[in-house]
């Protein structure tokens, strides 16, 4: 169903998935940026809370926030997704998503909920 939407969701309550892993919340973004997809509602109000936030910037080494940034920016669709893409194009006439793909919209995903601050963050910055 969630593929059908177009959505990025968890398969258990989002902010509970966050919080275990807040790490999670990028690749959510990552993936989103990648297909063309939006977040569920409920994954971006669980990404828009303050204790996820604060579980991202404390629990999540500098290198890992890094390394998830910098495919949000550098990675492209493979072929396989490209074509799916391209067939649910077809199928329905719009265009996933709104607008904005690419790096470009991570970039306003981040900063949209809440935590590009987080992740381009100066190293030793708040130390």
Same mark, same amino acid.
């Not at 500098?62 to 396989?80: C, H, Q, Y």
């Not at 391209?86 to 909920?113: F, I, Q, S």
């Given at each position: 169903?969630?593929? #059908?939407? !177009?959505?990025? @969701?968890?398969?258990? @309550? ?9 790490? !999670?919340?990028? #690749? ?16 971006? $109000? @669980?990404?828009?809370?303050? $204790?996820?936030?604060?579980?991202? @910037? $404390?629990?999540?080494? !500098?290198?890992?926030?890094?390394? $998830? ?35 470009? !919209? ?22």
């Amino acid at each position: 169903l969630h593929l #059908r939407q !177009r959505l990025v @969701a968890t398969p258990l @309550a989002a902010k509970i998935t966050l919080l275990d892993d807040p790490l !999670r919340l990028l #690749r959510a973004v990552r993936f989103a940026t990648r297909l063309g997809f939006n977040m569920s509602p409920d994954l971006v $109000e @669980a990404a828009m809370d303050q $204790e996820v936030r604060e579980a991202l @910037a $404390e629990k999540v080494s !500098r290198e890992r926030i890094g390394t $998830e940034f910098d495919l949000m920016l550098t990675a492209k669709p493979s072929p396989a997704v490209q074509s799916i893409w391209e067939k649910m194009n077809r199928n329905d006439g719009g265009r996933p998503a709104g607008e904005l793909r690419g790096p470009v !919209r991570a970039v306003t995903m981040l900063h949209e909920l809440g935590v590009s601050e987080i992740v381009v963050a100066e190293p030793g910055r708040d130390e």
